[in-house]
Protein backbone atom coordinates (compact mmCIF):
# COMPACT_ATOMS: atom_id res chain seq x y z
CA UNK A 1 0.00 0.00 0.00
CA UNK A 2 1.29 3.57 -0.32
CA UNK A 3 3.90 4.90 2.20
CA UNK A 4 2.77 8.14 3.80
CA UNK A 5 5.70 10.62 3.64
CA UNK A 6 4.87 13.35 6.71
CA UNK A 7 7.23 15.56 8.40
CA UNK A 8 8.58 14.05 11.46
CA UNK A 9 9.34 15.12 15.15
CA UNK A 10 12.77 15.81 15.39
CA UNK A 11 12.84 16.63 19.20
CA UNK A 12 10.71 15.88 21.73
CA UNK A 13 9.30 19.31 22.43
CA UNK A 14 9.53 20.12 18.56
CA UNK A 15 5.84 21.38 16.86
CA UNK A 16 6.71 22.64 14.16
CA UNK A 17 9.83 22.71 11.44
CA UNK A 18 11.36 24.27 8.39
CA UNK A 19 10.64 22.77 4.97
CA UNK A 20 14.17 23.28 3.31
CA UNK A 21 13.34 21.19 -0.01
CA UNK A 22 13.08 17.93 -1.48
CA UNK A 23 16.10 15.82 -2.35
CA UNK A 24 14.57 13.93 -5.47
CA UNK A 25 12.11 15.36 -7.13
CA UNK A 26 8.47 14.21 -8.45
CA UNK A 27 8.40 10.32 -9.84
CA UNK A 28 12.06 9.67 -9.23
CA UNK A 29 12.95 6.46 -7.78
CA UNK A 30 13.71 6.34 -3.42
CA UNK A 31 15.79 3.68 -2.10
CA UNK A 32 15.20 2.72 1.46
CA UNK A 33 18.06 5.18 3.19
CA UNK A 34 17.90 7.37 0.82
CA UNK A 35 17.59 11.44 1.96
CA UNK A 36 14.55 13.06 0.28
CA UNK A 37 13.80 16.22 2.11
CA UNK A 38 15.81 18.46 4.18
CA UNK A 39 14.01 19.43 7.81
CA UNK A 40 14.84 22.05 10.24
CA UNK A 41 14.37 22.56 13.49
CA UNK A 42 15.17 24.96 16.12
CA UNK A 43 18.74 23.81 16.29
CA UNK A 44 20.05 22.31 13.28
CA UNK A 45 19.38 20.93 9.61
CA UNK A 46 19.10 17.60 8.80
CA UNK A 47 18.15 14.98 5.79
CA UNK A 48 15.33 12.62 6.94
CA UNK A 49 15.90 9.57 4.98
CA UNK A 50 13.17 7.15 3.67
CA UNK A 51 12.51 4.04 6.05
CA UNK A 52 10.88 2.11 2.13
CA UNK A 53 11.54 1.92 -1.32
CA UNK A 54 9.31 3.00 -4.06
CA UNK A 55 8.30 6.21 -6.36
CA UNK A 56 8.34 9.27 -4.91
CA UNK A 57 5.24 11.45 -5.78
CA UNK A 58 5.26 14.34 -4.09
CA UNK A 59 1.56 16.16 -3.34
CA UNK A 60 0.32 19.27 -5.72
CA UNK A 61 -0.07 21.73 -2.07
CA UNK A 62 3.10 19.79 -0.57
CA UNK A 63 4.73 22.97 1.40
CA UNK A 64 7.41 24.78 -0.73
CA UNK A 65 10.87 25.62 0.25
CA UNK A 66 11.17 27.51 3.62
CA UNK A 67 7.71 27.34 4.60
CA UNK A 68 6.99 26.46 8.49
CA UNK A 69 5.10 23.24 8.79
CA UNK A 70 3.46 21.27 11.40
CA UNK A 71 4.80 18.16 12.93
CA UNK A 72 2.74 15.28 10.67
CA UNK A 73 1.82 17.13 8.14
CA UNK A 74 1.31 14.98 4.89
CA UNK A 75 4.11 15.83 1.83
CA UNK A 76 3.63 12.63 -0.59
CA UNK A 77 3.67 9.05 -0.83
CA UNK A 78 6.24 6.14 -1.83
CA UNK A 79 4.19 4.35 -4.66
CA UNK A 80 5.44 0.30 -5.27
CA UNK A 81 4.63 -0.43 -9.27
CA UNK A 82 1.04 -0.47 -10.13
CA UNK A 83 0.03 1.44 -6.83
CA UNK A 84 -2.22 4.61 -7.34
CA UNK A 85 -2.47 7.17 -4.83
CA UNK A 86 -5.19 6.65 -1.99
CA UNK A 87 -8.35 8.29 -2.81
CA UNK A 88 -8.98 9.05 1.09
CA UNK A 89 -5.82 9.03 3.75
CA UNK A 90 -4.53 6.39 5.29
CA UNK A 91 -5.42 5.66 9.20
CA UNK A 92 -3.08 7.59 11.74
CA UNK A 93 -1.96 3.63 11.94
CA UNK A 94 0.33 3.89 8.47
CA UNK A 95 3.92 3.22 8.31
CA UNK A 96 4.95 7.50 7.75
CA UNK A 97 8.68 8.97 7.44
CA UNK A 98 8.31 10.01 11.59
CA UNK A 99 9.92 9.55 14.63
CA UNK A 100 7.39 7.25 15.71
CA UNK A 101 7.29 5.04 12.80
CA UNK A 102 11.04 4.91 12.30
CA UNK A 103 13.38 6.37 15.92
CA UNK A 104 16.44 5.21 13.81
CA UNK A 105 15.83 7.00 10.90
CA UNK A 106 14.91 10.09 12.23
CA UNK A 107 17.00 9.98 15.45
CA UNK A 108 19.81 9.25 13.26
CA UNK A 109 18.81 11.66 10.39
CA UNK A 110 21.90 12.52 8.02
CA UNK A 111 23.06 15.98 7.64
CA UNK A 112 25.70 14.33 5.25
CA UNK A 113 25.36 15.83 1.75
CA UNK A 114 23.00 14.11 -0.79
CA UNK A 115 25.30 11.88 -2.40
CA UNK A 116 24.37 12.21 -5.95
CA UNK A 117 26.15 15.37 -7.50
CA UNK A 118 27.85 18.13 -5.74
CA UNK A 119 28.49 17.54 -1.93
CA UNK A 120 26.87 19.77 -0.18
CA UNK A 121 25.42 21.08 3.06
CA UNK A 122 21.68 21.31 3.70
CA UNK A 123 21.59 25.13 3.70
CA UNK A 124 24.30 25.64 1.15
CA UNK A 125 21.76 23.54 -1.29
CA UNK A 126 18.78 26.14 -0.22
CA UNK A 127 21.10 29.12 -0.80
CA UNK A 128 21.86 27.86 -4.07
CA UNK A 129 18.18 27.35 -5.06
CA UNK A 130 16.88 31.00 -3.63
CA UNK A 131 20.13 32.01 -5.56
CA UNK A 132 20.04 30.57 -8.99
CA UNK A 133 23.60 28.92 -8.25
CA UNK A 134 25.49 26.18 -9.42
CA UNK A 135 27.01 24.47 -7.00
CA UNK A 136 29.53 22.68 -9.86
CA UNK A 137 30.77 26.13 -10.14
CA UNK A 138 32.14 26.76 -6.54
CA UNK A 139 34.82 26.61 -4.49
CA UNK A 140 34.31 24.56 -0.96
CA UNK A 141 35.67 25.34 2.19
CA UNK A 142 33.85 22.30 3.84
CA UNK A 143 35.63 19.09 4.73
CA UNK A 144 35.96 16.73 1.81
CA UNK A 145 35.66 18.94 -0.42
CA UNK A 146 31.76 19.77 1.05
CA UNK A 147 30.02 23.14 -0.50
CA UNK A 148 28.95 25.17 2.65
CA UNK A 149 26.53 28.57 3.19
CA UNK A 150 29.15 31.04 3.11
CA UNK A 151 30.88 29.53 -0.17
CA UNK A 152 27.31 30.00 -1.86
CA UNK A 153 27.17 33.01 -0.06
CA UNK A 154 30.11 34.27 -1.22
CA UNK A 155 29.85 34.29 -4.67
CA UNK A 156 26.56 36.11 -4.87
CA UNK A 157 28.17 39.27 -3.03
CA UNK A 158 28.94 40.99 -6.50
CA UNK A 159 25.75 39.94 -7.90
CA UNK A 160 23.53 43.11 -8.05
CA UNK A 161 20.22 43.47 -5.57
CA UNK A 162 16.96 41.81 -6.90
CA UNK A 163 14.32 44.94 -6.38
CA UNK A 164 12.73 42.76 -2.94
CA UNK A 165 14.72 40.15 -1.02
CA UNK A 166 13.99 38.39 1.77
CA UNK A 167 16.00 36.06 4.28
CA UNK A 168 13.69 33.09 5.74
CA UNK A 169 13.61 33.06 9.65
CA UNK A 170 14.70 29.88 10.21
CA UNK A 171 13.53 28.13 13.10
CA UNK A 172 16.49 28.38 15.05
CA UNK A 173 16.32 31.69 14.64
CA UNK A 174 12.62 32.32 15.77
CA UNK A 175 13.97 30.44 18.45
CA UNK A 176 16.25 32.84 19.36
CA UNK A 177 14.42 35.80 19.18
CA UNK A 178 11.59 34.34 21.57
CA UNK A 179 14.05 33.54 24.05
CA UNK A 180 15.61 36.82 23.85
CA UNK A 181 12.46 38.63 23.93
CA UNK A 182 11.18 36.13 27.11
CA UNK A 183 14.17 37.56 28.76
CA UNK A 184 14.25 40.73 28.47
CA UNK A 185 10.57 40.63 29.19
CA UNK A 186 10.86 38.53 32.51
CA UNK A 187 14.16 40.07 34.45
CA UNK A 188 15.40 43.04 34.83
CA UNK A 189 18.36 43.47 33.78
CA UNK A 190 21.33 45.50 34.88
CA UNK A 191 24.89 45.38 33.20
CA UNK A 192 28.53 46.12 35.26
CA UNK A 193 31.52 46.61 33.08
CA UNK A 194 34.97 45.77 35.06
CA UNK A 195 38.28 45.87 34.02
CA UNK A 196 41.17 44.01 34.74
CA UNK A 197 45.01 42.87 34.44
CA UNK A 198 44.62 39.58 31.94
CA UNK A 199 48.88 39.86 31.84
CA UNK A 200 49.36 36.77 34.29
CA UNK A 201 46.00 34.88 32.05
CA UNK A 202 48.15 35.81 29.22
CA UNK A 203 51.36 34.24 29.98
CA UNK A 204 49.83 31.13 31.51
CA UNK A 205 48.00 30.42 28.33
CA UNK A 206 51.20 30.73 26.93
CA UNK A 207 52.62 28.34 29.16
CA UNK A 208 50.13 25.90 28.62
CA UNK A 209 49.90 25.98 25.03
CA UNK A 210 53.41 25.14 24.79
CA UNK A 211 53.00 22.44 27.09
CA UNK A 212 49.61 20.41 25.97
CA UNK A 213 48.56 18.69 22.79
CA UNK A 214 46.31 20.51 20.44
CA UNK A 215 43.10 19.32 21.36
CA UNK A 216 43.90 19.40 25.28
CA UNK A 217 44.39 23.70 24.73
CA UNK A 218 42.53 25.46 27.23
CA UNK A 219 41.14 28.71 25.59
CA UNK A 220 40.53 31.95 27.74
CA UNK A 221 36.78 31.34 27.62
CA UNK A 222 38.26 27.74 29.22
CA UNK A 223 40.41 29.53 32.00
CA UNK A 224 38.04 31.89 32.62
CA UNK A 225 35.56 29.39 33.11
CA UNK A 226 37.16 27.41 35.70
CA UNK A 227 37.83 31.16 37.55
CA UNK A 228 34.39 32.06 37.17
CA UNK A 229 33.20 28.70 38.75
CA UNK A 230 35.53 29.25 41.89
CA UNK A 231 34.40 32.79 42.05
CA UNK A 232 30.21 31.37 42.02
CA UNK A 233 30.64 28.73 44.71
CA UNK A 234 31.60 32.02 46.63
CA UNK A 235 28.67 34.16 45.37
CA UNK A 236 26.15 31.25 44.55
CA UNK A 237 23.23 33.63 43.81
CA UNK A 238 24.71 35.00 40.89
CA UNK A 239 24.13 30.80 39.77
CA UNK A 240 20.57 30.97 41.20
CA UNK A 241 17.42 30.70 39.53
CA UNK A 242 13.88 32.50 40.63
CA UNK A 243 11.61 29.61 41.37
CA UNK A 244 8.48 31.95 42.84
CA UNK A 245 8.26 31.62 45.90
CA UNK A 246 12.21 30.16 46.12
CA UNK A 247 15.47 31.26 44.52
CA UNK A 248 16.76 27.71 43.51
CA UNK A 249 20.65 27.30 44.09
CA UNK A 250 22.82 24.98 41.67
CA UNK A 251 23.74 21.86 43.36
CA UNK A 252 26.57 21.64 40.60
CA UNK A 253 27.98 24.57 38.62
CA UNK A 254 27.63 24.09 35.11
CA UNK A 255 28.62 26.86 32.51
CA UNK A 256 27.13 27.29 29.14
CA UNK A 257 29.40 28.88 26.82
CA UNK A 258 27.96 30.69 23.61
CA UNK A 259 29.17 29.42 20.15
CA UNK A 260 28.94 31.08 17.15
CA UNK A 261 27.42 28.71 14.17
CA UNK A 262 26.97 28.95 10.70
CA UNK A 263 22.86 28.46 11.70
CA UNK A 264 23.72 31.14 14.71
CA UNK A 265 24.24 30.41 18.51
CA UNK A 266 23.72 27.86 20.50
CA UNK A 267 24.84 27.32 24.04
CA UNK A 268 26.28 24.02 25.24
CA UNK A 269 26.82 22.78 28.40
CA UNK A 270 30.23 22.76 30.33
CA UNK A 271 29.58 20.08 33.15
CA UNK A 272 31.00 20.15 36.99
CA UNK A 273 33.77 22.84 35.44
CA UNK A 274 34.57 24.16 39.28
CA UNK A 275 35.35 20.04 39.96
CA UNK A 276 37.40 19.29 36.72
CA UNK A 277 40.61 19.88 35.45
CA UNK A 278 41.72 22.88 32.58
CA UNK A 279 42.73 20.04 30.62
CA UNK A 280 39.04 18.40 30.96
CA UNK A 281 37.28 21.27 30.45
CA UNK A 282 39.44 22.61 27.05
CA UNK A 283 38.32 18.36 26.24
CA UNK A 284 35.11 18.82 26.52
CA UNK A 285 34.36 22.17 25.39
CA UNK A 286 36.77 21.80 21.83
CA UNK A 287 34.10 18.60 21.42
CA UNK A 288 31.31 20.40 22.04
CA UNK A 289 32.28 23.03 19.71
CA UNK A 290 33.03 20.45 17.08
CA UNK A 291 29.13 19.06 17.51
CA UNK A 292 27.88 22.66 17.47
CA UNK A 293 29.84 24.04 14.45
CA UNK A 294 28.67 20.31 12.71
CA UNK A 295 25.12 20.25 14.27
CA UNK A 296 25.86 17.48 16.25
CA UNK A 297 24.96 18.55 19.56
CA UNK A 298 22.05 16.51 21.33
CA UNK A 299 19.54 17.95 23.30
CA UNK A 300 21.13 16.61 27.01
CA UNK A 301 24.00 19.09 25.38
CA UNK A 302 22.47 21.87 25.40
CA UNK A 303 20.39 21.90 29.05
CA UNK A 304 21.06 22.15 32.84
CA UNK A 305 23.16 25.58 32.58
CA UNK A 306 23.66 27.56 35.93
CA UNK A 307 25.89 30.71 34.14
CA UNK A 308 26.90 31.93 30.50
CA UNK A 309 29.76 32.99 29.00
CA UNK A 310 30.43 34.61 26.48
CA UNK A 311 33.11 35.98 24.07
CA UNK A 312 33.37 38.37 21.50
CA UNK A 313 37.16 39.18 21.88
CA UNK A 314 38.56 37.29 18.74
CA UNK A 315 36.80 39.58 17.08
CA UNK A 316 37.65 42.82 18.38
CA UNK A 317 34.84 43.51 21.04
CA UNK A 318 36.16 45.09 24.08
CA UNK A 319 32.93 45.65 25.52
CA UNK A 320 29.54 44.54 24.91
CA UNK A 321 25.94 44.83 27.01
CA UNK A 322 25.03 40.71 26.97
CA UNK A 323 21.69 39.44 27.34
CA UNK A 324 20.38 37.12 29.70
CA UNK A 325 20.12 33.99 28.69
CA UNK A 326 16.71 33.34 30.75
CA UNK A 327 15.95 31.57 33.65
CA UNK A 328 19.15 31.82 34.68
CA UNK A 329 20.13 35.18 36.88
CA UNK A 330 23.55 36.28 35.51
CA UNK A 331 25.14 36.26 31.76
CA UNK A 332 28.97 37.18 31.74
CA UNK A 333 30.62 38.62 28.47
CA UNK A 334 34.34 38.53 27.63
CA UNK A 335 35.83 41.40 25.56
CA UNK A 336 39.04 41.57 23.61
CA UNK A 337 42.73 41.10 25.29
CA UNK A 338 44.46 44.83 24.25
CA UNK A 339 47.62 46.10 25.84
CA UNK A 340 47.18 49.16 26.83
CA UNK A 341 49.84 51.92 28.73
CA UNK A 342 48.64 51.59 32.80
CA UNK A 343 49.95 53.41 35.38
CA UNK A 344 51.95 52.15 38.75
CA UNK A 345 51.77 53.40 41.84
CA UNK A 346 54.85 55.39 41.71
CA UNK A 347 53.22 56.98 38.17
CA UNK A 348 55.75 55.09 36.21
CA UNK A 349 53.49 53.91 32.94
CA UNK A 350 53.70 49.88 32.00
CA UNK A 351 51.96 48.43 29.31
CA UNK A 352 50.03 45.45 30.48
CA UNK A 353 47.35 43.65 29.07
CA UNK A 354 43.45 43.95 29.54
CA UNK A 355 40.62 42.56 29.53
CA UNK A 356 36.98 44.10 30.11
CA UNK A 357 34.30 41.49 31.59
CA UNK A 358 30.78 42.42 31.11
CA UNK A 359 28.12 40.87 33.67
CA UNK A 360 24.57 41.14 33.22
CA UNK A 361 22.47 40.57 36.27
CA UNK A 362 18.94 40.22 37.34
CA UNK A 363 18.28 42.96 39.97
CA UNK A 364 14.81 40.95 41.31
CA UNK A 365 17.64 38.12 42.59
CA UNK A 366 20.88 40.03 42.79
CA UNK A 367 21.16 43.67 43.89
CA UNK A 368 24.14 45.55 42.63
CA UNK A 369 26.79 45.76 45.46
CA UNK A 370 26.24 41.64 45.37
CA UNK A 371 27.11 41.50 41.91
CA UNK A 372 29.83 44.45 41.84
CA UNK A 373 31.25 42.21 44.88
CA UNK A 374 31.27 38.69 42.29
CA UNK A 375 33.22 40.79 39.65
CA UNK A 376 35.67 42.10 42.37
CA UNK A 377 36.22 38.50 43.28
CA UNK A 378 36.74 36.96 39.52
CA UNK A 379 39.25 40.14 38.33
CA UNK A 380 40.85 39.25 41.77
CA UNK A 381 41.15 35.12 40.06
CA UNK A 382 42.01 36.42 36.39
CA UNK A 383 44.60 38.84 37.85
CA UNK A 384 46.25 36.20 39.65
CA UNK A 385 45.02 32.63 38.15
CA UNK A 386 48.00 30.12 39.20
CA UNK A 387 46.85 31.46 42.76
CA UNK A 388 43.71 30.13 42.40
CA UNK A 389 43.91 27.12 40.06
CA UNK A 390 46.58 25.19 42.01
Known sequence: MPVEITLPRLGWSMEEGTFLGWLKKDGDNVKEGEPIFTLENEKAAQDVESIDWGILCILSDAPKSGAVVKVGCLLGYLLKPGEALP??????????????????????????PHQEGTPASPRARRAARENEIDLATLHSTGRGGRIRERDVLASVVSKPLKQSQTVPITALRRTIAERMLQSLQKTAPVTLHCRCDATSLVALRLRLKSIASESAVPSYTDIIAKLTANALSNHPMLAGRWDDPFIRLPDSFHIGIAVDTEQGLVVPVLRDVAKLSLSAIAQQSHRLIELARNKG???????????????????????????????????????????????????????????????????????GAPAARFLQNLRQFIEAPLDWLL
Do not use: M
Open 87 to 112: LVPPPISAVTVSAAASPLSILNASTR
Open 297 to 367: LKPADLQGYCFTLSNLGHLGIEAFTPIINYPETAILGLGAIVRDPVALADGTLVSRDQLTLSLTFDHRIVD
